[in-house]
């Protein structure tokens, strides 16, 4: 089953771009799957920032979208993001996902186990 | 404020059935199909519903969904003290992923 494993720095500067990867393992970045980012700020719910497929078709969260920049890598296996301007709200855990089509439907069924991201200078 | 909309806690003895609804709109839930994930403290979430009612491989009987024009439900039945955990809604809006606020089971 494929595995998931975000990476990056977990402390970023207000103002700068926070960029963290995920490692596809097990599996192949250019299957069926979509690929998404999910974060989760302290004590708070989930919010989805975007996907990515492995054409370099992307979706993302309207909320977000003037920030965010997300692209693969096919020949590393891998997918990244980038929040630009970042500020202490984009404090969270952030989590990558795989979304898979099924019979009737998309839903994320692996994730990463996450990675704490805190802004502050 | 959650696109979509779930009581922030729910409580229940053990051996007892609890419900957790998520409440949408016609755009995403009365449109696509319903996904619930639970979130264990400190864990990452973990796919429990898809496709409005179908279970992943290993996850026991004793959960299960349904959805009914723009509102869904995750039914738990003999509730155990390893299910106290967050539970998410979620579904596809238009051209975005949409969440529940998430709802914090109990079990007393």
Same mark, same amino acid.
Do not use: E, K
């Given at each position: 089953q494929v595995q998931l494993q975000e990476s990056g720095p977990g402390l970023v500067k207000p103002s700068g771009t926070l960029s963290l990867t995920c490692a596809v393992s097990?599996?192949?970045?250019?299957?069926s799957n979509w690929w998404s980012w999910v974060r989760q700020p302290p004590g708070k719910g989930l919010e989805w920032i975007g996907e990515i497929y492995h054409?370099?078709?992307?979706n993302y969260n309207p909320s977000l979208k003037s920030r965010v920049t997300i692209s693969v890598d096919k020949s590393k296996n891998q997918f990244s993001l980038k929040l630009s301007s970042v500020t202490a709200a984009d404090t969270a855990v952030y989590y990558c996902a795989s979304v898979l089509l099924g019979a009737s439907g998309y839903y994320m069924d692996v994730w990463g186990k996450g990675?704490?991201?805190t802004v502050s200078s | 404020?959650?696109?979509?909309?779930q009581p922030p806690s *729910?409580?229940?003895?053990p051996g007892q059935r609890v419900t957790i609804s998520c409440s949408g709109s016609s755009s995403n839930i009365g449109s696509n199909t319903v996904?619930? +994930?639970?979130q264990l403290p400190g864990t990452a979430p973990k796919l429990l519903i898809y496709s409005n009612n179908q279970r992943p491989s290993g996850v026991p009987d004793r959960f299960s969904g349904s959805k009914s024009g723009t509102s869904a439900s995750l039914a738990i039945s003999g509730l155990q003290s390893e299910d106290e955990a967050d +539970? +998410?809604? *979620? *579904?596809?809006?238009?051209?975005?992923?949409v969440f529940g606020g998430g709802t914090k089971l109990t079990v007393l």
């Open positions: 097990g599996g192949s970045i250019s299957s054409s370099g078709s992307t990675t704490t991201v | 404020q959650s696109v979509l909309t *729910a409580s229940g003895t996904n619930w +994930y639970q +539970y +998410y809604c *979620a *579904a596809w809006d238009d051209s975005f992923w």
